[in-house]
């Protein structure tokens, strides 16, 4: 069952519209950086193999079978350290992701304003950020005059952006924040089950041995 909630909260995570239609974007040559979707392939392939497993598991304590529960053990074992791999990765990255994003939209914007080459390329690029994340400019100084004379690239409503500020790099930062900390939740609730599920098969086994000792 846990193993079925972590990869139900993954593969959401993984088809979510905002991210999807951010992360698909591709500007001439260069593809948006889609890092954050490693910790999210990581969560899908560990709910799977938990489903696996603790059908392994529960058939081997069906059977008492000490060869099947530590199986169930050992794997427990791997996950737990995939765990922890994918925990420490997103803590080191989760700055860094939206960091990326952000420098991928300042390049497209650039573009689109500058009308340098592939400036179309560019402006559909902007303007999906802006659909998407509600949002205009990178900083306060485009935020505030970009969509007074470029309505082309932000919302028509300029007066009420005016005033809102709608900055796209705050946008892209609460974005990714709200992502990665249900990432970080997962995995700690990943991670506290699999201990329990380890004491659990440790002593099932001992139970298990002793009993046929006797």
């Known amino acids: 069952l846990a193993g079925g909630i972590i990869l139900g909260v993954a593969l959401w995570l993984r088809h979510d519209s905002q991210t999807t239609n951010i992360l698909y974007l591709q500007l001439g040559d260069k593809q948006a950086p889609n890092t954050f979707y490693v910790g999210i392939y990581i969560l899908i392939a560990v ?30 074992v791997i996950l737990f350290a995939c765990e922890v791999a994918a925990g420490i990765w997103g803590f080191v990255n989760k700055d860094q992701i939206a960091k990326d994003v952000k420098q991928f939209y300042d390049q497209a914007l650039q573009q689109a304003l500058m009308g340098e080459s592939d400036a179309n390329n560019a402006k559909a690029v902007v303007k999906t950020f802006h659909e998407t994340l509600d949002c205009c400019g990178s900083d306060i100084v485009t935020a505030t005059f970009t969509p007074v004379w470029r309505d082309d690239l932000c919302r028509k409503d300029s007066v009420k952006s005016f005033f809102e500020n709608t900055n796209c790099h705050k ?44």
């Open 47 to 76: 709910g799977a193999v938990m489903m696996f497993v603790g059908f392994l598991g529960c058939y081997g304590a069906i059977q008492e079978s000490q060869c099947l529960l530590g199986t169930f053990f050992t794997c427990l």
């Open 171 to 214: 946008k892209i930062d609460e974005l990714f924040s709200g992502k990665l900390y249900l990432i970080g939740i997962a995995a700690v609730v990943v991670a506290v089950i699999m201990i329990f599920e380890m004491i659990l098969s440790m002593v099932l086994c001992c139970g298990i041995r002793n009993s046929s000792v006797y």
